[in-house]
Each structure stands twice: as C-alpha cells, then as structure tokens.
C-alpha cells in the first residue's frame, strides 16, 4: 500500500493542472536565496492555495495538507521562480531584429521582423516559463510594449512582466521607427520632461534612458537630461534605469538619479568612489554579460549557443543567426569585417570580459545589489534560456552558486514595484506562487538550474516537458 501511495505521488508530478488550486509540495529541498538564514530547508512542503503560497512548513514544523493535492518532490529542489531583469520583446534575437546596427532590410524588411514579433508572442511568453523565468523586465520599446504588459499578465503561459517604453536617448536611430520608435532623441530638459509626463500616462514601471556616449555626445552634454528626466520620474514615484556602459557615463548617471544601471560598465574598472556611490545611492545593477558576446559571436560566425539555447529557444529565430546564409552581396560590411577576421571579434569579446567580469565580482563582494538579466531579444542572445549562460558568466566572474540565484530571484524583484515586487523573487506565506523545481541541486553546480522538473507560474504547476511543446 505504502509503495503504491509514494508510486502515485511521485507520477503526480507530471500531471498538469489547468488552474491554480490547493497544492501541496512535500519531501522537497527549499532554496529561497534571498533569506538571511535558514536558506536551504531540506524535507520542507510549500503550500500554494490559488495564486499564492499558503505556508511554508519544515520537519520541525509539519503543517496538515489535508485537501491539497500533493506533489512529492523528493531528491528535488524548489525555488523561486527565475527573473529577468533586462529583456527586449520589440526584438527577437534574430539577425534581422536591429536594422540600426547591420542593415539587412533588403532580406528581410523592418516591417515583417516586427510583424512576426508581436505574432510570436505567445510562444516567446512560453520560453521563458520553459526556462524557469516567471518574471520579466521589458526595459525598452515603443509603446506597443504596454499592451505586451497586458497580454502578459492575462496569459498563464507567460512571465510577469515590468516595462518601459520607448527610450529616452542622447542619438536617435531612424532605422527603427516605423512610426512608434523604441528609441526617442532628446534634446533638452524641457523635452525630457514633457516625455516623462507622456510616458506616465501609461503607467510604466520605469523610465529608460539611452545614455549613449561619443564624439559629438559628450558624457556632460546629456547630463541635464538625465536630471530632468529622473526629477519628472521621481515625482511620480516611477524608477529610471540606465543604459550606460562606460565608467564615467555610468557615474554620472548615478549621480543625477539614476535607480538602475541596465549593464556593466566595460570600459575601465571601477574605482572605490563609483562603488561606494552605488551603496550610498541603493542602485541597482544589472549586468548583461551574454549580450556582450553575442553580436560579435554572430557576425563573425562564431555563436556558443548554449544546449539550453538551443532546445527552447524560438528555432526559427536561431535559423537566422547564421550569417553564411545571407547572400554575400548583401552582407552589411560590419558582418564581412567581423567574418574575415573573427579573431579579432573573439579578442574583443575577451577584453570586454576582462572588465566586466572583474567589476561584477568587485561590486557583488563591496554589497552592491545586483539583479541578474541579459539582454534577450538583442541578436544572438535568444529569449529565455539565455539567462543560464548568464549564469555560466557570472560564476567565471566568481560569483558562488547561491550569490547567482539570489541575484535572478530576491534582487531581480526589486526592480518590480508595488504588490508583484513586494511577493516575487522568494517564498514567504501570501507571495505569489511563482517557483522552479529543479532535479539536481543547483548548489552544488550553477548548471543544475537548467535542470528543470516544473514551473509554477501565479499557483498554476506546468510539468516542463509541456511547457517545451509551444503552439503557433
Ligand atoms: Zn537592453
């Protein structure tokens, strides 16, 4: 009898439940990151009443799962769901996806990429569930990326979701407006804060700045508009995030209000002062490390797909990123430079790493909160599983297993505000029932994070085998 009852509990785990209802998680190891102790519980039973988690119970403590269907997740480990904190949806990770960057609007026009963009939606939505990501910041994109929100948080099969609009910017990009621009230039404060007061109509979760540095953009002349854009945002309790990749750059937008910085400064190390800003400030820090690799990685014929990768992500997207299909003619010269030489590529990658790699594990170990993200959408850094060669980069940074998984759970959520950030990225009584259940420890190996048994997305349990099969 005995034997049977566990038989049926553990084969339960692959049934799928169409709504939230009273489960029980028993005989499974909880990880929750973000605690302060107590972060590993083994034998522990997590109970999901609806949407929300219910209670928490450990040996010591048994609670009743009386009317709860139980899940046995024994030898298994359950965590809160991963987030990521830098996504794109206006972009699809393919090589036609940033026309401002290599023009290949001859192959494939601007207009159809983002045609089937907001066609695929349901199934990039399901990738990220497939990859454990139950929660996802869009930070940046014309303002059909609010109706992206409510169609994510109406779709079970879809992360959370936190955006930003368009981006306010120091350069406009021409090439990728096709009359409701993801990018916005910015000439003036008064400008900038006319735009905020747009933006705030839609409510968003932040405020994009593309704080783009060179010649004729001096780091000082944007400054102004970075003030004025953060004052108008603050004033709204709305947050500013911060695409700024060089040192000083990334200072001064710290300095004149910046909440978030959107990537990793690459071009110098930082220096005690900047960290210290950073603390002072509570700024948070989303790395990006994949995405560094992998425009260069693409062009120059190069890509280091991970396996995840290439198991959930979008095939067709992946189909796209191998240059040598494209007609010779019509390569863009950045992509015939990059596949001449792709040495030269692959060093640069490599210098890049060298920085930024150091500066994550310099700010992870001074206390600098850190969320984890990547970028996704960009070319070559494919929606979803993306974040685990993230994670792979992050622990060549030195980062242990446990530092990487509090940054993509209890860190990632701050960047989420109100009722999802304050019940997202940990597994506390009333937090939404978000969670991964993983089949190896991922304690022992970051790698094992990928090692996916089920996701429960807002109370609903989805066997990952199921998530994996998405309908067009
Ligand atoms: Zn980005």
């Known amino acids: 009898m005995k034997v049977r009852t566990v038989l049926a509990l553990s084969l339960s785990i692959f049934a799928a439940t169409t ?7 028993v005989n499974g190891t909880l990880i929750d990151p973000g605690k302060s102790q107590d972060q590993v519980i083994g034998g522990a039973a997590v109970l999901v009443d609806g949407d929300r988690i219910s209670g928490i119970c450990n040996p010591d403590t ?23 904190t830098h996504v794109h949806f206006f972009q699809s990770g393919g090589l036609f996806t940033r026309p401002d960057i290599v023009d290949l609007t001859k192959v494939r026009p601007y207009g159809d990429e983002i045609a089937g963009i907001k066609k695929n939606l349901p199934d990039t939505f399901a990738r990220y569930l497939r990859s454990g990501i139950t929660s996802v910041v869009d930070v940046g994109g014309p303002f059909w990326n609010f109706e992206v929100r409510k169609i994510a948080n109406s779709t079970a099969k879809a992360p959370r979701l936190a955006v930003a609009g368009p981006l306010i910017s120091s350069v406009s990009r021409p090439q ?34 593309w ?84 425009y260069g990685r693409t062009f120059a014929n190069k890509l280091n797909l991970t396996p995840e990768e290439k198991a959930w992500g979008n095939p067709e ?30 060093a640069r990658i490599k210098k890049t790493y060298d920085v ?29 599983p993306a974040l685990f060669r993230e994670f ?17 759970t209890a860190n990632a959520a701050k960047l989420f505000g109100g009722e999802t ?15 991964v259940i993983l089949n190896s420890n991922p304690l022992n190996d970051i790698a094992h994070a990928s090692d996916i048994d089920a996701v429960v997305k807002n109370g609903v349990l989805c066997p990952a085998d199921q998530l994996a099969a998405v309908s067009h």
């Open 421 to 435: 950030g304050a019940h997202t990225g940990k597994i506390d009584k009333n937090d939404f029932a978000d969670l």
């Open 317 to 346: 997207v992946i189909a796209t990123l191998d240059v040598t299909k494209i007609p010779q003619e019509q390569l863009p010269e950045r992509i015939r430079t990059a596949l001449a030489n792709p040495d030269a590529a692959l």
């Open 356 to 384: 930024a790699l150091k500066n994550l594990k310099t700010l992870e170990d001074a206390g600098v909160t850190i969320a984890a993200g990547t970028d996704a959408g960009n070319i070559g850094t494919i929606h979803g």
């Open 211 to 294: 704080y783009i540095v060179n010649d004729e953009h001096p780091v000082d002349s944007f400054r102004p508009i970075v003030r004025a854009t953060a004052e108008e945002s603050h004033a709204r309790k709305i947050r500013v995030a911060v695409h700024a990749t060089e040192l000083e750059t990334a200072r001064a937008a710290v300095e004149e209000g910046a909440d978030v910085l959107v990537h990793s400064v690459i071009d110098k190390e930082v220096d005690d002062a900047f960290v210290k800003l950073l603390k002072d400030r509570h700024t948070i820090l989303c790395p990006t490390l994949v995405v560094f690799e992998r």
């Open 176 to 209: 990728l407006d096709l009359g409701d621009p993801p990018i916005v230039k910015i000439d003036n404060p008064e400008q900038a804060r006319e735009f905020v007061r747009k933006l705030a109509e839609q409510k968003p979760d932040l405020v994009k700045i």
């Open 392 to 408: 792979q980069l992050m622990k060549e940074a030195g980062l242990t297993p446990m530092q990487i998984l509090q940054c993509a």
């Open 19 to 25: 709504h939230a209802e009273k489960i029980a998680l």
């Open 62 to 84: 048994p609670c009743s799962v009386a009317g709860h269907k139980i899940i046995d997740c024994k030898g298994k480990f359950i965590l809160p769901g991963y987030i990521d």
